[in-house]
């Protein structure tokens, strides 16, 4: 019934750029903060981007200034515009979707980015 799809992975140049994208479906979007995590080889899981229902923004201090969180109510759609790509940025990229104040979450399956010469 939940589910967030994921597209836009891929391999990309050092100083490139990816946006991904994650649509959601079988759940009020609305209602849900969106997140974006990562997961590096070797290392815990970790939030890299944040959006409100209302379109505040939180980021990780890794990532900032080079990537933007975005989100389409319309379409139920958040998306991450990656820039200046670098090779500790490869990783498996989560879409997450949060219900607040509860704490309810819904995880996509993951897309991989490979940034690499």
């Known amino acids: 019934q939940v589910q967030l799809v994921e597209s836009g992975g891929g391999l990309v140049q050092p100083g490139g750029s990816l946006r991904l994208s994650c649509a959601a479906s079988?759940?009020?979007?609305?209602?849900?903060?969106m997140k974006w995590y990562r997961q590096r080889p070797g290392k815990e899981r970790e939030l890299v981007a944040g959006?409100?229902?209302?379109?505040?923004?939180n980021y990780a201090d890794s990532v900032k200034g080079r990537f933007t969180i975005s989100r389409d109510n319309g379409k139920n759609a958040v998306y991450l515009q990656m820039n200046s790509l670098k090779p500790e940025d490869t990783a498996v990229y989560y879409c997450?979707?949060?219900?607040?104040?509860?704490?309810?979450?819904?995880w996509g399956q993951g897309t991989q980015v490979t940034v690499s010469s």
């Open positions: 997450n979707a949060e219900l607040r104040p509860n704490g309810r979450t819904y």
């Open positions: 079988g759940f009020t979007f609305m209602n849900y903060a």
């Open positions: 959006i409100t229902p209302f379109g505040g923004t």
